[in-house]
């Protein structure tokens, strides 16, 4: 998917629909800078906004995301390549996100770590090494919603035994048992508990 040449036909239907990119953020509701950041290539249209766009500057979304007008004949073939390109996209933003995880993880140990080895080492009074350890623990719990809300917001679980795919609940992600990218949780179509993997495409 070229990021840049689908800024370039937002900003030719923009300008075909002789609009500014201020008028054309009034009507979706956002700022200008935001278009100019889509026609410059540098982000893409969130998801929720493509079908407004696509309405104002009458494109398909399809059309959206090839960067061109597309002949009827082509069109169930392009809006396939699209698709797969949309899931490869979304893959690697899941795993970015848990990378992200992985290193929030690496954070906490390290404070939490550093705290009880100043408290223990560099500080004698006793009333101090309570206030670091409680400001490292402080910043631990701090980190730790991210983490879940990335353990929620990336793929799905699969159930070990009936092959369920769902989405579990904040709750189910912070009280599950967990090693790596899998999580002893409760199904919720058959009801079974089992360590059940995530699955990030």
Not at 191 to 197: A, E, V
């Amino acid at each position: 998917m070229d990021q840049i040449k689908i800024g370039k036909f937002i900003g030719e239907q923009r300008k075909v629909h002789n609009l500014t990119q201020s008028e054309l953020s009034e009507k979706l509701g956002i700022t200008d800078r935001a278009i100019s950041k889509w026609e410059r290539g540098i982000c893409l249209p969130d998801a929720g906004l493509m079908l407004d766009l696509c309405k104002i500057l009458e494109i398909s979304v399809n059309e959206l995301l090839t960067g061109e007008k597309i002949p009827m004949e082509n069109n169930t073939e392009i809006m396939e390549k699209n698709l797969i390109e949309l899931a490869a996209l979304n893959e690697r933003s899941n795993k970015m996100l848990i990378h992200t995880e992985y290193v929030l993880i690496v954070l906490q140990v390290f404070v939490i770590i550093a705290g009880a080895l100043v408290s223990s080492y560099l500080v004698s009074e006793i009333w101090l090494r309570g206030v670091i350890l409680g400001v490292s623990f402080v910043i631990a719990l701090l980190v730790a919603p991210f983490c879940w809300k990335i353990e929620t917001e990336t793929g799905y679980y699969q159930c070990d035994k009936c092959g369920h795919k769902y989405v579990p609940s904040y709750k189910a992600t912070v009280w599950s048992p967990h090693m790596g990218l899998t999580k002893y949780m409760k199904c919720p179509e058959c009801g079974k508990k089992s360590w059940q993997k995530k699955v990030l495409k």
